[in-house]
């Protein structure tokens, strides 16, 4: 257990340990509060934060149905241009999507999307499905209607997305399935069909792309 003096037994534990290292290395207030917020907001993110997931901006290429599965689709999603300077290539991922009946097939064809893209590759029925479709989904009694969120208008493909006050890595680690199954029940549209990820607390924290202050949404979810 850290030691300190008497002039800081009324401070919490965590400013007096600040407090020993700021004398003893001479760092400044500001340094200190700096030290003590970037502390707090650490320890209020969730288990598994939203800043886990790698959803990016893609554009539909090509979907077809799934040849053994007359619910899927299986889709072409790009999701990174190549740049004229080389230093990026054309990147695509193929997609098995449950959206057969929800969604026609020629709505889906050159369509822009949100794709989560650090799950683990799965197959479904013998094809295999490298990434996720983000949708909004509402049941109404037997009946179901699905709609893909719509990526900012403004944004490019292969766009990084993330949510408010949940920074990401440019490419986060594979995305573990408990931490999935957790961030997954938190995934929500507000009554504007904007995309949110709804903390504990109630805060909604929206969905962007770092470049676009606009909102990705739903048509009408």
Known sequence: MWHTTSSYQNVPLEYSTELYFAEKYNTTTAELATAVQSRRAYSSQPEFAPSLLNLRLGEILRCEKHPDADKLYVSQIQIEKSASDGEKVA?????????????????????????????????????KSEAMLLAAEETNGESTTVELINPPKSALVGAKLTFDGFPSDS??????????????????????????????????????ALESSEPAKSDTL
Not at 194 to 203: P, V
């Open 91 to 127: 990147r695509t991922v193929q997609v098995c999507s449950g959206l057969v009946n929800y969604i026609p097939v020629d709505q889906m064809q050159n369509r822009r999307v949100v794709v989560l893209t650090n799950l683990k590759p799965s197959k479904m029925r013998g094809v």
């Open 171 to 208: 490419e986060p680690p594979r995305l573990k399935p408990k931490a999935w199954e957790a961030i997954q029940s938190h995934l929500k549209t507000n009554t504007k069909g904007e995309a949110i990820y709804l903390a504990e607390d109630g805060t909604e924290h929206l969905l962007r």
